[in-house]
């Protein structure tokens, strides 16, 4: 068995509904703190993922590390780990809340995500295919390039330090 290891990455080109984020390490920022960190794999140059799904009680749904799906609630979930396609689907709706391709089945990007979670607090964020919802402001089509942060999500009065933005959508908590 090989033995990974992985390093935060800033050098990579992937979709999260339906935009596409070049070297952006944060790819969407809600108040002050990423909703996705990147790395690559030191051993093989697999680009990967960590974040960790919530619903809206603040309960933690799955939790995926490397672009994989490492825990998840089996019970009221159905989670199916292919070979660089990763999905969970809610049992109650038959939505399909995350979905993760990876190398040749993310086509021109490096891995494709869509994802549709809340955060602890219990704001939701909506990464279909095609898009991102987030309170009615729908994205889709963006290309963020070299930036410190692709979207920022965060009260109008929040100001980052030392980072270049692509989109700012102002909310109040």
């Not at 090989?2 to 509904?17: Q, Y």
């Not at 993310?106 to 602890?120: D, I």
């Amino acid at each position: 068995m090989i033995e990974l290891h992985w390093k935060v990455e800033s050098n990579f080109k992937v979709k999260v509904g339906g935009n596409i984020f070049i070297n952006t390490p944060n790819l969407i920022v809600y108040r002050e703190d990423p909703l996705f960190k990147m790395y690559r794999s030191t051993s093989d140059g697999l680009l990967g993922i960590d974040f960790d799904i919530y619903n809206n009680s603040g309960d933690k749904v799955a939790t995926i590390r490397k672009g994989m799906i490492h825990a998840g609630n089996e019970k009221d979930f159905t989670i199916v780990k292919e070979f660089d396609h990763y999905t969970i689907t809610e049992n109650s709706s038959g939505r399909i809340i995350c979905d993760i391709k990876k190398r040749e089945e993310a086509g021109e990007v490096e891995l494709e995500l869509s994802v549709r979670m809340y955060t602890k607090d219990g704001f939701l964020f909506d990464a279909n295919p095609t898009g991102i919802n987030v309170r009615g402001n729908y994205l889709s089509g963006n290309t963020f390039v070299g930036l410190g942060v692709g979207i920022l999500i965060a009260p109008a009065d929040y100001i980052p330090r030392n980072l270049t933005v692509g989109i700012r959508i102002h909310i109040n908590l």
